[in-house]
C-alpha cells in the first residue's frame, strides 16, 4: 500500500518488463446470474481491457480497450457471473506500473462515483 493522500491509500504493481500486471481477491462472493460492475480509479501505463477488470467466471464484459496514463481514470466494467469459480481481478497488460485506488462492485449495470462505507468514518 502507498499513501495517496492522508485518506486513501493505493495498491501499486510494478515489473521490470511489459507484462501482465495486477490484483486479484476473493470476498466478496458474487451471485450466479446476477451483473455486477467493478470500478476503480487506475493509472500507469499499458492497457486494461474486459478481461482485465471482472470476476474470472464471469462473461467478459463491455469495456474497450483503456490506454492508461499518469493521470487517475475512473475505469468501470459491467458483466454477468456465470460461476462461482474464480476471482475478481484488476489487470493491466503491457504494462509495467499500475496503480488502483477505491474500488467498487455494485450490483447492476450503472457504475455509480466512488464514496467511503458509512464504517469509514470515524
Same mark, same amino acid.
Not at 504493481?13 to 451471485?31: A, D, I, L, Q, R
Not at 450490483?107 to 467511503?116: E, L, M, N, Q
Given at each position: 500500500?502507498?499513501?495517496?493522500?492522508?485518506?486513501?491509500?493505493?495498491?501499486?504493481?510494478? &515489473? $521490470? +518488463? #511489459? &507484462?501482465?500486471?495486477?490484483? =486479484?481477491?476473493?470476498? #466478496? +462472493?458474487?451471485?450466479?446470474?446476477?451483473?455486477?460492475?467493478?470500478?476503480?480509479?487506475?493509472? !500507469?501505463?499499458? =492497457?486494461?481491457? %474486459? =478481461?482485465?477488470? %471482472?470476476?474470472? &467466471? &464471469?462473461?467478459?464484459?463491455?469495456?474497450?480497450?483503456?490506454? /492508461? +496514463?499518469? $493521470?487517475?481514470? %475512473?475505469?468501470?466494467? +459491467? =458483466? %454477468?457471473?456465470?460461476?462461482?469459480?474464480?476471482?475478481?481481478?484488476?489487470?493491466?497488460?503491457?504494462?509495467? /506500473? /499500475?496503480?488502483?485506488?477505491?474500488?467498487?462492485?455494485?450490483? !447492476?449495470?450503472?457504475?455509480?462515483?466512488?464514496?467511503?462505507?458509512?464504517?469509514?468514518?470515524?
Amino acid at each position: 500500500m502507498q499513501k495517496y493522500d492522508d485518506e486513501t491509500n493505493y495498491v501499486q504493481h510494478t &515489473s $521490470n +518488463t #511489459p &507484462s501482465e500486471v495486477g490484483v =486479484f481477491w476473493y470476498p #466478496p +462472493t458474487p451471485t450466479v446470474g446476477q451483473v455486477y460492475t467493478l470500478s476503480a480509479d487506475i493509472c !500507469g501505463n499499458g =492497457f486494461i481491457n %474486459r =478481461f482485465g477488470l %471482472r470476476y474470472e &467466471s &464471469s462473461d467478459d464484459g463491455i469495456l474497450n480497450q483503456v490506454d /492508461l +496514463t499518469n $493521470n487517475w481514470q %475512473r475505469i468501470s466494467n +459491467t =458483466f %454477468r457471473v456465470n460461476k462461482i469459480a474464480g476471482a475478481w481481478v484488476i489487470y493491466a497488460y503491457n504494462s509495467t /506500473l /499500475l496503480k488502483i485506488k477505491h474500488i467498487k462492485i455494485e450490483k !447492476g449495470s450503472v457504475a455509480t462515483p466512488w464514496t467511503p462505507a458509512p464504517e469509514d468514518y470515524i
